[in-house]
């Protein structure tokens, strides 16, 4: 009766002060009041409040304020509500107010009434944030509006908007989305605007003085970035954490205005400037390129500069050309100097190669000290050396094509037009290409002449680039009678002692056509056993001289067949200096020797396919295809195991799995195992070259486990990535997928290594399970899942797993108290241990404890219940069944357990998992909280059903 008349005082006294509710809303909050509902009547309140806007929102606000005063007035006393507002005029944060309610409420000794006053504070403390927000939102926006014009209406409406209901970041966003949309004089008034706002505001916070500094600094041309860590500094100095945190926001979004003014300024002078150097584009290539500028767009402006470029041709190329290099030049005279500059012309005009020159713009540049400056003239350099090669290689193609017109009469005007064509455009590949094939078309009298005019070509190109006493003693060979092979074998000597390797490329490749010309046999043959030494001096001049013996031995002793797997346990072990060049050249051997087996339809097949841009997997795939149709017989036999090597070669590798150990130690000191000493890598080499391989493993896990803790971290993270790596490589691709999409479904290490001894498991018996078996106990390890040996899932063997995947959010002190439980025999007050760090924890970390607990409660409870339950469970929370109901469900399936230590820990743990969840104990009570049958008699006239639901409301 008392409580009702309560209820019923409570309800006149404050009635005053919820007029804005509805009918509707006032009788149901009054409803929720008679049932002693009151978490349901704060609920509502806040409900019906959120949905209000405008003058209704208002009045609510002003009601519930006064609700405040009148309940802590009353709570408190005048005096305390006296020095609260005192407080708030005089413009104290509402944090500092909160804390200092907080203290008077902990001055109550009833605690029923202390609860009511802390409940009350929180909503309070709602009403008079919002108030004091609209207030300062509003005295900002008129304060700002000077600097918003430039907005269209809609957008001022939606920005208002976003201000009033507190969006901060939105309004940023949407400022910075209608910004960016803008062009011309539009832009240029926001810019203006917006970098008034930005002086009016930093003025504000930092005062006159220091914007006054900033202003110097940008007059005076300090960097952005100079300016920037200015302010940065004046930010630093603000000790409210909450202006501070707007100071920063604002700082970032200053700088992007001030940034964008000063390049369009930049972009207007450049473009002056250098506006005589681009004369050549079209109106609409110089708008498209202009508008790139102006967006700040350099790498689309240098990309289509190309483009256009590349799509000139004739006069209009020669006039880009030379315009382009006057802005070479222009520029590199303004950024290096006028001497720089005059330095750089003597080289040219002293035939000087390219890539001299290149090299001397490179120090040139590497002189630079303003980074930004230097990339412009990086990224410059590159651009003008390709002008100034084109430049010179047409000067040089010309020449060319004038010197030596005379040895191709034989060709059709159409063929002749499209030699020129290709060498223009600089495709030498393509003219050998194409010479070769229309040479190869003809016939008769007319293969004779095109004959004699090319060997015309090859000696008239070998004496310009050997001389006549080389040609002289070439002919006297071939007078003689000497085998061309010889011949070509001198050809390639004078062709070492070449020192410009651009002039040695060109002089191979008319090698290989004039040994054609000449009469070297098109037949395929044992490249072998005819081109052994060839073979050595061409592929594998990085072999030492004792390799290289080693190799020949084979050859003398007939063999062949292991001379390929000689090659590559060589290429296998090559130190890191050469591994570079042997792969090179290995794979420069195998495209020479596979097209000798395959035949040359095939090989041009393989070409056409590289050209396309197919990768070397596709590649490979192709290759093995073209094998396989081949007849059975030695070609076939060659070209199978040469395809086995060189698929290791071009990093394709053999689809058969391969002990990585025996061929990757090297690579896992860099990639894995960066933190053992180099004491522990010593010792690993050596037990490999001791053939102890398979101890390694374990050997690596004793460093691991031994490790310093500054480098834990490091070593878990590496070796978890190798243990990625390499049984992925053992358990096969479609295998290695599965557990990939697992882990990203948040899948735990627990049931990661669960579903890998599964899969490892229905493995063929052979040597990839048994390295896959070894390798994954090592790995559960280093991802701290222990054996999977039955054992106590909850204390006994998992408690550092535990601390990892569930426990993070507890102190070191607490793990230790924790271990000592563990070590003295008290596993069974573990979870209760647990459960105080919980309900103790920072509200820091309360939502993280939560989590990780509620995950531990999940993966405890299938442990004990199995997965059929778990997937039951599951399903019901899926379904959107309540964390009560679950409850309910749970309680049901752990009282049909059999009795025994399972059940008993079933039953803990559904316990402590309640409160991690938020279910209160199912204990009957009354609504009040008392645990005494004698109660029932006052509500026997309730259905089953009805005093579950008040059960159900008073646990929620």
Not at 522 to 536: A, I, L, N, P, S
């Amino acid at each position: 009766d008392r409580k009702r008349r309560d209820h019923h005082h409570d309800h006149e006294e404050y009635k005053e002060y919820f007029t804005w509710l509805t009918p509707e809303q006032g009788a149901e909050v009054k409803a929720l009041r008679d049932a002693g509902n009151h978490e349901a009547v704060y609920g509502k309140m806040e409900e019906y409040y959120a949905a209000l806007s405008g003058d209704k929102k208002a009045e609510a606000t002003e009601k519930l304020k006064g609700s405040c005063k009148h309940f802590f007035t009353k709570a408190l006393g005048a005096d305390a509500v006296a020095e609260l507002k005192t407080m708030k005029e005089s413009g104290s944060s509402m944090d500092d107010i909160a804390k200092k309610v907080e203290g008077l409420i902990n001055t109550i000794t009833d605690e029923k009434k202390k609860a009511f006053a802390t409940r009350a504070s929180v909503n309070c403390k709602k009403i008079f944030s919002a108030s004091r927000k609209r207030r300062d939102h509003h005295h900002d926006h008129e304060e700002y509006k000077e600097y918003f014009t430039w907005l269209t209406p809609e957008q001022g409406a939606e920005v208002k908007a976003l201000r009033d209901a507190g969006k901060h970041e939105a309004v940023y966003g949407k400022m910075e989305e209608y910004y960016a949309a803008l062009t011309g004089d539009k832009k240029a008034e926001a810019t203006e605007k917006l970098k008034g706002s930005c002086k009016h505001y930093f003025t504000k916070v930092f005062g006159a003085e220091a914007v006054a500094e900033i202003k110097t600094m940008k007059e005076s041309g300090s960097s952005m970035d100079d300016i920037a860590k200015k302010v940065e500094g004046l930010i630093n100095t603000i000790t409210d954490e909450q202006k501070k945190a707007f100071a920063t926001k604002a700082s970032v979004n200053c700088k992007k205005i001030f940034s964008s003014s000063r390049k369009r300024r930049d972009h207007h002078h450049d473009h002056e400037e250098y506006k005589e150097y681009f004369t050549w584009l079209t109106p609409e290539q110089g708008a498209e390129v202009k508008a790139l500028r102006d967006a700040g767009n350099h790498e689309a402006v240098y990309g289509k500069m190309e483009e256009y470029y590349a799509a000139l041709s004739g006069d209009k190329k020669a006039e880009a050309t030379e315009k382009l290099k006057g802005s070479c030049k222009h520029f590199f005279t303004k950024a290096l100097g006028a001497d720089a500059v005059a330095e750089i012309k003597t080289m040219k005009e002293s035939g000087s190669p390219m890539d001299d020159i290149a090299k001397k713009v490179e120090g040139l540049i590497n002189t630079i000290t303003d980074e930004k400056k230097k990339a412009f003239a990086t990224r410059a350099s590159v651009n003008c050396k390709k002008i100034f090669s084109a430049s010179r290689k047409r000067r040089d193609h010309h020449h060319d094509g004038e010197e030596y017109k005379e040895y191709f009469t034989w060709l059709t005007p159409e063929q002749g037009a499209e030699i020129k064509a290709l060498r223009e455009a600089g495709n030498h590949d393509a003219i050998y290409e194409k010479v070769d094939g229309y040479y190869a078309s003809l016939s008769g009298d007319k293969k004779n002449e095109a004959t004699d005019k090319l060997k015309g070509a090859c000696k008239h190109f070998f004496k310009s680039v050997f001389g006549d006493d080389a040609v002289q003693e070439i002919k006297t060979l071939k007078e003689a009678g000497t085998p061309m092979e010889e011949i070509a074998k001198k050809v390639e000597g004078f062709i070492s002692k070449i020192t410009d390797e651009k002039k040695k490329a060109t002089a191979t490749r008319a090698s290989v056509n004039c040994k054609k010309i000449f009469g070297v046999s098109r037949k395929r043959r044992d490249h072998h056993k005819h081109t052994f030494e060839e073979g050595v001096t061409e592929f594998l001049p990085w072999l030492t001289d004792a390799q290289k013996a080693e190799i020949k031995s084979l050859k003398d002793s007939g063999a062949d067949e292991k001379i390929g797997e000689k090659i590559m346990e060589f290429f296998d072990t090559v130190e890191a200096s050469k591994k570079a060049e042997a792969t090179t050249k290995l794979q420069a051997g195998c495209k020479h020797f596979i097209s000798g087996y395959i035949g040359e339809a095939a090989a041009t097949e393989m070409k056409a396919l590289k050209e396309s841009g197919a990768s070397d997997a596709d590649m490979t795939k192709k290759l093995e295809e073209i094998v396989g149709k081949m007849p059975d017989g030695e070609n076939k036999k060659k070209a199978i195991e040469m395809t086995k090597n060189c698929k290791r070669v071009f990093g394709v590798a053999s689809r058969k799995r391969r002990d990585h150990h025996k061929h990757t130690l090297e690579e896992s000191f860099d990639k894995f195992l960066p933190w053992i000493t180099e004491e522990q890598k010593m010792e690993l080499k050596n037990m490999k070259e001791a053939g102890a391989s398979d101890k390694i493993g374990e050997k690596i896990l004793e460093y691991f486990e031994n490790v310093d803790a500054s480098k834990k971290a490091e070593a878990t993270s590496k070796l978890q990535a190798g243990c990625k790596h390499f049984i992925g490589s053992l358990i096969g691709e479609a295998a290695a997928t599965e557990m990939k999409a697992l882990k990203e479904s948040g899948t735990s290490n627990v049931d990661m290594a669960k579903k890998l001894d599964e899969i490892i498991e229905k493995m063929a018996d052979g040597a990839d399970k048994k390295r896959a078996a070894g390798m994954s106990k090592g790995c559960k390890k280093v991802f701290g899942v222990a054996s999977r040996k039955r054992r106590d899932h909850h204390h006994e063997h998992n408690l550092e797993e535990a601390f990892t995947e569930f426990l993070p959010w507890i102190t070191e002190e607490q793990k230790m108290e924790l271990k000592n439980m563990k070590e003295a025999g008290a596993q069974d007050k573990i979870s209760e241990k647990v459960m105080e760090y919980y309900n103790t924890v920072d509200e820091s970390k309360k939502g993280e404890a939560t989590t990780k607990l509620q995950a531990g409660c999940r993966h405890f409870l299938k442990h004990l219940l199995g997965d059929d339950v778990a997937g039951e469970m599951k399903t019901m929370h899926e379904a959107g069944s309540s964390p009560v109901e679950m409850a309910k469900k749970l309680d049901e399936i752990i009282s049909k357990m059999e009795d025994g230590e399972k059940k008993t820990k079933a039953l803990g743990l559904s316990k402590n998992c309640r409160t991690v969840y938020g279910v209160a104990a199912r204990k009957r009570r009354n609504l009040y909280g008392e645990y005494d049958e004698r109660y029932h008699q006052y509500y026997n006239w309730l259905s089953e059903e009805q005093k579950e639901e008040l059960e159900e409301l008073k646990d929620s």
